[in-house]
T-cell receptor
Framework: DAGITQSPRYKITETGRQVTLMCHQT?????MFWYRQDLGHGLRLIYY???????DKGEVPDGYVVSRSKTENFPLTLESATRSQTSVYFC?????????????FGPGTRLTVT | GENVEQHPSTLSVQEGDSAVIKCTYS??????FPWYKQELGKRPQLIID?????GEKKDQRIAVTLNKTAKHFSLHITETQPEDSAVYFC?????????????FGTGTRLQVTL
């Protein structure tokens, strides 16, 4: 479990501010994902990445930006935070090959937008 | 896109009894069905998964069954224990050699009472 970390764990920000959530994994997994978790919605995919410099949209990408310059890092940026983006954000990673099905989650970041 | 429905949303069982959680999916191309357990304030953790070429899979007290024709799959927990209390999420995805984009159900809160 220590192989994938997120920072900060808790964040309070104001509407309109830019905020970046960090995700770091030490497993050299090819794939990385960002989900948000909201009551009544389960986990919803925001963005994912198959490798460095390769990213693609998930189910709910609006208002978010991602980058992946290094395999181990996958930051998620809220360019202008809105109250509807108050949520718990989970980063996940999975290896390539036969085990690419298996996703392993980070500890989460609880973001509150006031 | 894929849609996953999960029932029930809450489930209370007595210790030692069995618990069953059911999910249905909409996309017949989905071929991977994991189950995640999330304890309060913790990250989702993969507990068991099944691929479309298998009808049932067991791991000690937990088992998953898949009916591709009906497009539903279920999680079975036998001899429930207090530590089984958590929220359980089902998910479905297609994995065509690239990132496995999971679509999650909305979760089932399982409470095991003494």
């Amino acid at each position: 479990d220590a192989g994938i970390t997120q920072s900060p764990r808790y964040k309070i920000t104001e509407t309109g501010r830019q905020v970046t959530l960090m995700c770091h994994q030490t497993w050299s997994h090819s794939y990385m994902f960002w989900y948000r978790q909201d009551l009544g919605h389960g986990l919803r995919l925001i963005y994912y990445s198959a490798a460095a410099d390769i990213t693609d949209k998930g189910e709910v990408p609006d208002g978010y930006v991602v980058s992946r310059s290094k395999t181990e890092n996958f930051p998620l940026t809220l360019e202008s935070a809105t109250r509807s983006q108050t949520s718990v954000y989970f980063c996940a990673s999975s290896p390539s090959g036969d085990r690419s099905y298996e996703q392993y989650f980070g500890p989460g970041t609880r973001l509150t937008v006031t | 896109g894929e849609n996953v429905e999960q029932h029930p949303s809450t489930l209370s069982v007595q210790e030692g009894d069995s618990a069953v959680i059911k999910c249905t999916y909409s996309d017949s191309a989905s071929n991977y069905f994991p189950w995640y357990k999330q304890e309060l304030g913790k990250r989702p953790q993969l507990i068991i998964d099944i691929r479309s070429n298998v009808g049932e899979k067991k791991d000690q007290r937990i088992a998953v069954t898949l009916n591709k024709t009906a497009k539903h799959f279920s999680l079975h927990i036998t001899e429930t224990q207090p530590e089984d209390s958590a929220v359980y999420f089902c998910a479905a995805s297609q994995n065509a050699g690239t990132a496995s984009k999971l679509t999650f159900g909305t979760g089932t809160r399982l409470q095991v009472t003494l």
